[in-house]
């Protein structure tokens, strides 16, 4: 039997890790977590169930957790879920997509979604509570912070380091071995 698990954010993020989820088959979506004016509304096939205050309560009956909650600008909101989240006990663990590639050689930290075609290299190393979204590229013995979002179609050369909490734009391109600071924006393209 598939184990169940929560998502937390019911928003455009949402709907692609819905899809992640289902193609690997591994867990069963449970519910949402949103805000309380779309409490029972619908994501793709999944109901709201709860918002953010009922966190204590469902860490008690569900064990896993995704935040699916998307990150922009700031990464403030998602990084307070995932500590208590984390306080509370609750599970988060990595998901990766089947059509995606992750090097056996590549270490991913909890919380993670790796998304539909993206690429991790050997020797790459990638925090907690990231985002690797679809089409990215994480090459050889890159470092990806804790709680970075390196968004669709963006290119992390090798050895290069993403410090935590940064946003990479779509189809931004890192030179290899370079270092990028925390908390940072850089823009799509
Ligand atoms: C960087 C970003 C967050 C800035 O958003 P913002 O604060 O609302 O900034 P604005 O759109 O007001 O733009 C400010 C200025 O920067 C420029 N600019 C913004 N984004 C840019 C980009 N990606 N490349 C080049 N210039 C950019 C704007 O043209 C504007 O210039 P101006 O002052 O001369 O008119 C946003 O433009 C962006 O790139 N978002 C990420 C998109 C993306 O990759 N999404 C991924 C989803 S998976």
């Known amino acids: 039997m598939k184990q169940k698990i929560i998502l937390i954010g019911g928003g455009g993020h949402c709907k692609s890790c819905i899809d992640v989820i289902e193609q690997q088959g591994v867990y069963q979506i449970a519910g949402i977590v949103d805000l309380p004016g779309k409490l029972h509304q619908k994501i793709l096939d999944y109901e709201i169930i709860a918002t953010d205050d009922d966190l204590p309560d469902l860490v008690k009956e569900y064990e896993n957790f995704l ?17 208590t989240l984390k306080e509370s006990g609750a ?39 990231c985002i690797i979204n679809t089409k990215a590229l994480i090459e050889h013995d890159a470092i990806i912070g804790d709680h970075c979002h390196i968004a669709t179609g963006a ?11 940064t946003f990479i734009g779509s ?13 940072t924006v850089i823009g799509g393209g």
């Not at 935040?67 to 500590?83: H, M, N, V, W």
């Not at 290119?155 to 909490?165: A, E, F, L, Y």
């Not at 189809?171 to 908390?183: L, R, V």
Request: aromatic share 4%; glycine share 10%; proline share 5%.
């Open 91 to 129: 599970k988060l663990p990595v998901i990766i997509s089947p059509l995606a590639y992750a090097s056996k050689h590549a270490q991913i930290g909890d919380g993670t979604i790796i998304m539909h075609h993206a690429l991790i290299n050997a020797g790459a190393k990638i925090g907690s509570n």
């Open 155 to 165: 290119i992390i050369n090798g050895g290069t380091v993403i410090s935590p909490r």
């Open 171 to 183: 189809n931004a391109m890192a030179k290899e071995y370079i270092e990028i600071g925390e908390q």
């Open 67 to 83: 935040i699916t909650l998307g990150q922009i600008k700031s990464p403030d909101k998602r990084i307070r879920l995932f500590k």
